[in-house]
Nanobody, 128 residues
Framework: QVQLVESGGGLVQPGGSLRLSCAAS????????IGWFRQAPGKEREGVSCINYSDRSTYYADSVKGRFTISRDNAKNTVYLQMNSLKTEDTSVYYCAADGAITTVQAMCNIRGHRDFWGQGTRVTVSS
């Protein structure tokens, strides 16, 4: 089967950390641009962080820059999002997506439209 599966979400206090995982099955991520997105109730979808496997470039939204880090493990066919110094504003459902045609991380994270694959999402709740 071809799918992306997110994991690692949960409840964390402000200032805490979580690591999200996006595991691909049925295809190899090394030919794709990969992105983490979030959409909280009442808000538009936001491209949080994206990575391009081919040139190893990365992108971070201003709201998370300096706090989040995107990385990959080729052997595990998995992309991670390390989230540190979490704020209540980070509360959302987080989704990963992959696309084989988008060539820049800026486009992957900022241009709305088709993506080849979407995961089901994992919930992140930042609350005391």
């Amino acid at each position: 089967q071809v799918q992306l599966v997110e994991s690692g979400g949960g409840l964390v206090q402000p200032g805490g950390s979580l690591r999200l995982s996006c595991a691909a099955s049925g295809f190899n991520l090394d030919s794709y641009a990969i992105g983490w997105f979030r959409q909280a109730p009442g808000k538009e979808r936001e491209g949080v962080s994206c990575i391009n496997y081919s040139d190893r470039s990365t992108y971070y939204a201003d709201s998370v820059k300096g706090r989040f880090t995107i990385s990959r493990d080729n052997a595990k066919n998995t992309v991670y999002l390390q989230m540190n110094s979490l704020k209540t504003e980070d509360t959302s459902v987080y989704y990963c997506a992959a696309d084989g045609a988008i060539t820049t991380v800026q486009a992957m994270c900022n241009i709305r439209g088709h993506r080849d694959f979407w995961g089901q999402g994992t919930r992140v709740t930042v609350s005391s």
